[in-house]
DNA sequence: GTCTATATCATGATAGAC
DNA sequence: GTCTATCATGATATAGAC
């Protein structure tokens, strides 16, 4: 038992980066740490992905395509329901929102760690993660802003894109759990495990989500910019 | 004119380590780089702060000590003209956020420039930059967890901190500006000046944030968990 | 206080044997 | 595909002259 089939190691360098960048950062998260924590070979990572870059790239990727493509589906899906009225707004959250949280339950789509590293991966500064995850999400975006567009009318249109990038905000900070979480919570995280603060976390969130999507629109003190 | 005087050196370094941990992150900016752009000797950050870790909590201190100062006083502003009662939620939020947002408008307190390095290092992983934040929040954020739950006392306690964590990533992000932003934003940015964009911003995300707050409370599936 | 020069170390990447 | 050994580079930090 425990040996080592090949194609296996391809994985393992994948699984212990995502680990690594999650938890170090890209920059502190060295090719010696995960060749180490993944028991192959420094030379390993070149030799499959090419560079570092390249590897960080292939950790998005494989998680992101399935992600984005089931957001589509469950948005056709809430489509295909409505015949031709506007998908509510609830439905839209919760296809965008719902539909990536819930892949926290299922470790073979990285659980709670591939979401952990994209929550902090938004904010993250270096040029070329910027691009790909850009590229990763233009599409999805595009489908889900038309979407809200339809569902709220009575809404400008730029409010609602902007509303769109508070909620981003709100949840990649409620995933990324970091410290600065706890600066907040710290009485009420103790006793409580991992994935009990996520459940209990979800529909909070969607509570709050909708809540802002929702709000009365603001004042102006020159005027609406868009009027 | 443009002579040096002393005592400048020291300045010079940390506005120019504002600028680019801003711009690259913590790992991303190296001594050299800030160094040069400072227009100072290598040598002189060992000399002035006695290392890296120094040099950035400087930094952050310089700014956060005004700030969770201002902060304080504008709770107390709106506590003492409350008479007893409680302070209302916008007003609350406003003290928090609002305080923080109107930073960007003095560059003597170092304008777009910190709030950005600020709403990108609260998901920052490297540990003494965490350690760092929640020591300077502590205080302020008792107080203002305290405000909440005489304003709401409806809502449950669990619940106000968690939308506080809510609010505080949808401010980061708002504020941090990635391409993040321009990838939900894209056409809306174009044509807008840097000032422009924050000040319509700002009545954009109070409004937000005020109806997260104040949004209908969650269903849990397995029924309330602090029933 | 400011500089040059350098010590020391960790990084990403690769050449080449097996 | 996997290994060892190593290269080239850039990092932080410091010793010591001025």
Known sequence: ??????????????????????ENGYD???????TGEAGVN??????????KEALISE??????????EERMRALDAHEAAAEGQPVKPSAIVDAFFGTMLRM?????????????LLGRTLGEPSQFIRTLMAHEYQTV????????????????????????HFMLGATSYAIAGTDALRLVTDWQIENEGE?????????RLMSFLLGGLRAPLPQFPGGPPDA
Chains 1, 2 share one sequence.
């Open 1 to 22: 038992m425990s040996e080592i089939r090949p194609g296996d190691t391809r994985d393992r360098i994948l699984d212990a980066a995502e680990r690594l960048f999650m």
């Open 28 to 34: 502190g998260a060295s090719m010696r740490q995960i």
């Open 42 to 51: 420094l030379a390993a990572v070149n030799y499959h992905f090419g560079s």
């Open 59 to 68: 950790v998005f990727r494989r998680r992101l395509d399935w992600l984005n």
């Open 104 to 116: 926290a339950e299922d470790e073979t789509l990285g659980g709670v760690t591939f979401l952990r």
């Open 141 to 164: 975006m595009e489908r889900y802003k038309a979407a809200l567009f339809r569902a709220l009318p009575e809404v400008p249109k730029a409010e609602i894109v902007w509303r769109f």
């Open 195 to 203: 994935m009990d603060r996520l459940e209990n976390m979800m529909p």
